[in-house]
């Protein structure tokens, strides 16, 4: 992707990729880039989160992408989580759907304008900085990439117990995993959807800080 998006909400084609690259991330970030394609917009941006923001009060780089949710994307989209957090060096990163990430943003609390709690059942998720490691993910998604310290630290994989999990799952180049929830985009309306999405929060009580003290 080689353009930027103006204030406007424009894409403006950059001369010098590199070196506006370079000149955002001296603050440790990478500025939104995007393909110029209006009718099929698909971005990428790269932000800093404090230490005190952070698990583990360590500073982290953020990479977040937002592509059109149709069938060439749902295709790809294990191969683009793989190249991508490969690609960072992350320790854990996921795919998932609009609503999904709705709900995610739900399960993180407390919050106050949440007295019941999260929705349809799922656990509640600490704040990031209420998280001991940045190497455990903060929630999960449709697909998910969990890196060799992050697969160590949650207990990924066991055999005996990972059959399902690891039917839909394939190791990286890095010694990492990529594992998919479902065979199809996770949709919560969907009762197997949900279920299955219970049972892998329910497989790994360390995502989201929920084993910790």
Known sequence: MAWRLSKAGRPIALADRAAWLAETAAAGEFGLLCNGNESYPITMSGYFESAISSPGGEPLLMAHAQLP??????????DMLENVAEGVRARWGTVAPGP?????????GPK??????PPLGLPMLKLPWNIRSPKVPRYLGWINYWSVATAEAIGFPDPSRDAELLSRARRTASGGWVVSLTATPLDLDKPEHLEALKRAYERFPEIGGRSEV
Not at 100 to 108: C, G, P
Not at 112 to 117: A, M
């Open 112 to 117: 106050s304008g949440n007295p019941d709690g």
């Open 100 to 108: 999904v990430r709705q709900v995610i943003a739900a399960q993180v």
């Open 69 to 78: 949710q149709d069938a060439p994307v749902v295709a790809a989209a294990v």
